[in-house]
Structure formats: structure tokens, C-alpha cells
């Protein structure tokens, strides 16, 4: 991994002609070679490479489905309910990966953030980027559960482009909020996993928002995660779109995004001599 990482930032330093690019596309080059060649390495070192992607969050949808339709009689989310669990999941593991793997965004690489001259902010957006390749490359076995379990698609689906934007605004923010402050507190990682167990419950995941008692339906928007996922399921499920989560995510993302670069800024310098 750490050769294939010094071989991408090697060629990023290499470019032949640099002065033809402007700063937002030399950031992009950078980004995208950096990414690709984490991809390749991690499906490379595997023996069933594409498949973990998709594994995991098919084990657990398989066992919260038989636990609440074969166990236990199902109140919560809507039929068919293995797809109800999986328009959420994927993302989830989007999120979940990109949140725990930004802990150890600085401390992995060390020498390396050190070493380059790329922007830092790289070293955070790079699994942001990968883990939402990861989830893409998902989206065929959603696709594969909704024909074989008849779930009807809706127009809402154009929706789901602005979900994946939302999302990754805010994983980005969030991960440019714990990549640098990890360093400083190295406890924050294991605190960072508790959160991340504790956000999954609280999240319209195995149940819909529409789900919880009244007066928790007004709190529970201000997950931003709920709003995000209800674009997300509106594509088999529309009932399941409520406009004022997604407004409050929305703009919830935003403001992590912008707290994100603001911690990222302030703390740059003194990240790089901690390391």
C-alpha cells in the first residue's frame, strides 16, 4: 500500500507539463490517482477484491431481515423490507468507512504528508472518494435485490443524484473535522467507533423516520443522515421523502463542510509537526 501511495504521489510530482494545469485540476489529477491506485491495491490484495464491498452490508441486511420478518413480526420500514434495508445500508457503509478510515488519514502515511507537497486535504478526500466508489459499484446488487423482491421504481430516482452530493458533503466535512484532531487526541478513534455504533441506531436505517413518535420525528431531522437517506429510498419507497429532513441535512452538511475546512486550516501546520 505504502509503495503503490509513494509510486501515485512519484507521478503526481512528475506531471511533464504542470504548468498547464490550473490549481482545481492539478487537485483533481491528484485526487483521482491517488484513489485509483488505493482501489486497486485494496481489490488487488484480496482474494474476492469487489465482493467485500458489497459483502458486509448484504450480511447485515440478510440479518436484519430474518430477525424482523422471520422472528419477530415487522412494524417499522416498508415491504419489501430487504430492500428497504439495503437503500440505506449502502450508504451507511459509505459513511461508516469513510469516518472511521479518516482517523488514520495522517497516521497512516506519515512520512508521506510530510514529504509531498500535494495539498493535505488530499489525504482525507482521497477515502471519501474511494469508499463512495465502493458504494457505486454497489448499487448493481440494490438493483438486483429490487427485481427479484418486485420493488416498483419511481421518478423520485433523480433524486438520487443529490443524495450522493449531500453525502459526500458531509462525510467530507466531517472526516476534515476528525482527521486532524486525531492526531492531537489519539482517543478519538476508539470514541469515534463508539459514535459511529451509537449514529447507526439512531438513524433511519432498519426503521423509517416516519417510524418514531411524533415528537422525535421533529429531532430525528436534525440527522443529517435522515434527509440524505430519504432521497435515497424515495427512488422504491416516495413516501418515505420527507422535504424537511432533507432541507435540515442539507444544510447541516454544508455547515460541517465548512467547519471541516476551517478545523482542516487551523490545524495544518500543527498536525504536520505532530506527525
Known amino acids: ?47 474476492l477484491g469487489y465482493l467485500w464491498s458489497v459483502l458486509d452490508p448484504l450480511v447485515m441486511s440478510g440479518i436484519y431481515w430474518f430477525v424482523f420478518t422471520q422472528v419477530f413480526e415487522r412494524t417499522a420500514g416498508a415491504a419489501p423490507y430487504i430492500v428497504f434495508l439495503l437503500s440505506a ?25 510530510r514529504s509531498t507537497m500535494i495539498p493535505r486535504t488530499i489525504w482525507v478526500n482521497r477515502i471519501v472518494l474511494s469508499k463512495g466508489i465502493e458504494f457505486v459499484l454497489a448499487l448493481p446488487v440494490l438493483a438486483l435485490f429490487a427485481i427479484v423482491f418486485g420493488a416498483q421504481l419511481h421518478w423520485q430516482v433523480v433524486f438520487f443524484p443529490l443524495a450522493v452530493l449531500l453525502q459526500t458533503v458531509l462525510t467530507a466535512g466531517i472526516c476534515l473535522i476528525v482527521a486532524p484532531l486525531v492526531v492531537f487526541f489519539r482517543d478519538l478513534e476508539r470514541a469515534v467507533k463508539l459514535v459511529l455504533r451509537f449514529l447507526f441506531y439512531a438513524t433511519p436505517i432498519i426503521y423509517a423516520s416516519t417510524d418514531l413518535p411524533e415528537g422525535m420525528q421533529f429531532w430525528a431531522a436534525f440527522n443529517p443522515l435522515s434527509g440524505i437517506f430519504s432521497l435515497y429510498r424515495a427512488a422504491f419507497f416516495p413516501e418515505q421523502l420527507i422535504w424537511f429532513e432533507v432541507g435540515v441535512g442539507a444544510a447541516m452538511s454544508l455547515l460541517f463542510l465548512v467547519v471541516g475546512l476551517w478545523v482542516f486550516r487551523s490545524t495544518e501546520r500543527q498536525v504536520l509537526k505532530e506527525i
Not at 23 to 46: A, C, E, N, Q
Not at 91 to 102: E, I, K, Q, R, Y
Open 89 to 113: 445500508l449502502l450508504p451507511w457503509m459509505w459513511f461508516n468507512g469513510a469516518v472511521s478510515d479518516s482517523t488514520r488519514a495522517f497516521l497512516k502515511d506519515a512520512k508521506l504528508v
Open 1 to 47: 500500500m505504502r509503495d503503490v501511495t509513494r509510486a501515485a504521489t512519484t507521478a503526481i510530482a512528475g506531471d511533464a507539463h504542470p504548468l498547464r494545469r490550473t490549481p482545481f485540476t492539478r487537485y483533481r489529477h491528484s485526487l483521482w490517482l491517488l484513489t485509483t491506485r488505493d482501489l486497486k491495491v485494496r481489490y488487488s490484495t484480496s482474494a
